[in-house]
């Protein structure tokens, strides 16, 4: 690698909806991701992944961007995230391994809304 270039890893996350959200990682924190645990626990039972420091970027679609103050927490013990644990039991889909150099899935503009809808909102469902 040279010295310009640094460690890339794209995550795409996709919610029951077949809303999708890319994820992507910079430097440490992309070889330290344990995406292979997420992939093979997620064969079983839903994985719940709390992003933390990240970067929102819009440029071709929405995408979030970790560098090295990003952090992760799998399967937090926090009441939120159990809570969405259950829910998501109930729509399980094992989570796929794609190789995203030949991805050409088109993606929806993100809809326009205004504060008081948003405050509305309950991101557990569709």
């Given at each position: 690698?040279?010295?310009?270039?640094?460690?890339?890893?794209?995550?795409?996350?996709?919610?029951?909806?077949?809303?999708?959200?890319?994820?992507?990682?910079?430097?440490?924190?992309?070889?330290?991701?344990?995406?292979?645990?997420?992939?093979?626990?997620?064969?079983?039972?839903?994985?719940?992944v709390i992003f933390?420091?990240?970067?929102?970027?819009?440029?071709?679609?929405?995408?979030?961007?970790?560098?090295?103050?990003?952090?992760?927490?799998?399967?937090?013990?926090?009441?939120?995230?159990?809570?969405?644990?259950?829910?998501?039991?109930?729509?399980?889909?094992?989570?796929?391994?794609?190789?995203?150099?030949?991805?050409?899935?088109?993606?929806?503009?993100?809809?326009?809304?205004?504060?008081?809808?948003?405050?509305?909102l309950n991101p557990?469902?569709?």
């Amino acid at each position: 690698m040279r010295q310009d270039e640094s460690a890339r890893r794209a995550i795409t996350i996709r919610h029951p909806c077949n809303a999708m959200l890319d994820v992507v990682l910079w430097s440490e924190r992309a070889t330290s991701f344990p995406a292979e645990d997420i992939h093979r626990d997620g064969q079983a039972s839903p994985q719940i992944v709390i992003f933390v420091g990240i970067l929102l970027k819009s440029f071709g679609g929405m995408s979030l961007s970790g560098g090295s103050s990003c952090k992760w927490y799998i399967n937090p013990e926090v009441p939120e995230a159990k809570r969405l644990m259950a829910s998501a039991k109930a729509v399980l889909e094992p989570i796929t391994w794609v190789d995203s150099a030949g991805s050409s899935q088109q993606k929806k503009p993100a809809e326009e809304k205004k504060v008081s809808e948003i405050l509305n909102l309950n991101p557990f469902e569709c």
